[in-house]
């Protein structure tokens, strides 16, 4: 009898995960168990406006903990960002660091740690998998949207300001030390930008389900993160103020996380990060819109694997064509159910597609995706994607 065994693989989960409404008051209490005494505080000008960074510093200041706040993230956090914040721990004396916001806050976060690990001035020279060698400082992470599961990820893709995109710094060492993820600092969020992080975090979990080297745990991660938001995130995005709905997201959103990073995102984030370099449009935004179409391509080559996913999603159907046919009409009709903004409202230039397409292909995540893609099918879905909504 022939047996099929399971690909060997690894699993690797460094940070500590505190979870559940109010646990944001937990923070002393982590930061006397790493030994810190000095943290900066990396957030972007949003989550200060919206009072959620002086919600985290009044605990701090309760505590006579001293601190600096660095708010200068940008979206798609760029390399001259975390230089600059690197420089401001330096001079402030931190001794380990805070990141309070969504993915960009986060991901700039562990990159300002590989250069204060390595007393490096330039991220650049740390890009891929290999080049950061030495731990970072602790790192406490507190996510504020339901989307990137940057908190428990050990992957920081910042833009290449220079050469115009987006690179990934990845590392164990890049981990958070503990992540504290408090759904309430998630009630605040608005529903355009929880439509695009739910969907978002929905694309990690089906791309790392069916990346071609997903491992089994990361897809069991996968499949419950989809069974969450399937369940939650219409609920989230008519009414913010369900909290129920908000931890349901913000757990599915982490779940995601150590899906792809323990597998691998695909095209859909290939196209993402080339618009994102292009034109700094939103991360997630751009996930959300390409999501159920690249699903439609890659079909045929992982029925299977989109049967299961409807299932999660709570499907009926009598086949595995069947059901992948009926996930994907279903995310298509959630970014509906959501009002997710058509790719063309993003104004982007089809002149701008070849090159976008090239990008795209080049991406290192592009041999991921279970059905192969060249740059002419990343061409064609761009315009395909671009004249659905025109």
Request: charge should be negative.
């Amino acid at each position: 009898m022939d047996y099929k065994c399971m690909n060997p693989f690894e699993f690797t989960l460094p940070t500590k995960v505190i979870f559940g409404p109010g646990c944001v008051s937990s923070l002393v209490s982590e930061i006397e168990q790493i030994g810190g005494t000095k943290p900066l505080l990396i957030t972007d000008p949003g989550i200060q406006k919206a009072g959620i960074v002086a919600m985290v510093t009044n605990i701090l200041d309760d505590s006579g903990i001293e601190y600096s706040v660095f708010d200068g993230v940008e979206a798609n956090p760029k390399d001259v960002n975390a230089e600059a914040a690197a420089k401001a721990a330096r001079a402030a004396g931190a001794d380990f660091l805070i990141a309070v916001g969504g993915g960009s806050p986060i991901d700039c976060a562990k990159a300002v740690g590989v250069l204060l690990a390595h007393d490096a001035e330039f991220i650049k020279p740390y890009e891929g998998k290999t080049a950061a060698t030495l731990p970072n400082p602790p790192l406490i992470t507190i996510p504020t949207t339901s989307g990137t599961g940057s908190e428990l990820t050990f992957s920081s893709v910042i833009t290449d300001t220079k050469n115009k995109y987006k690179m990934t710094v990845k590392s164990p060492y890049t981990a958070a030390t503990t992540a504290l993820c408090d759904p309430e600092l998630t009630l605040s969020v608005p529903p355009a930008v929880t439509a695009a992080t739910g969907v978002d975090a929905l694309t990690h979990s089906i791309e790392g389900f069916t990346a071609v080297n997903s491992e089994p745990i990361g897809d069991a991660a996968a499949l419950y993160s989809i069974e969450l938001i399937a369940k939650s995130l219409v609920r989230a995005y008519q009414d913010g103020s369900d909290l129920e709905a908000r931890s349901n997201m913000l757990m599915a959103s982490m779940l995601g996380g150590i899906s792809f990073s323990h597998s691998d995102v695909a095209s859909v984030h290939c196209i993402a990060e080339a618009l994102g370099s292009m034109y700094d449009l939103p991360h997630g935004t751009c996930n959300a819109i390409f999501l159920p179409y690249v699903m439609e391509y890659n079909m045929e080559y992982c029925v299977d694997h989109y049967a299961r996913v409807a299932s999660a999603m709570g499907l009926s159907f009598d086949s595995d064509e069947e059901g992948a046919a009926k996930a994907v009409a279903y995310v298509k009709q959630l970014t509906l159910d959501v009002d997710l903004p058509s790719f063309a409202s993003l104004d982007p230039d089809p002149a701008d597609f070849p090159a976008l397409a090239e990008m795209a292909y080049h991406n290192g995540s592009n041999s991921s995706n279970p059905r192969p893609m060249e740059v002419a099918d990343y061409e064609k879905l761009l315009d395909v994607v671009y004249k659905a909504g025109v």
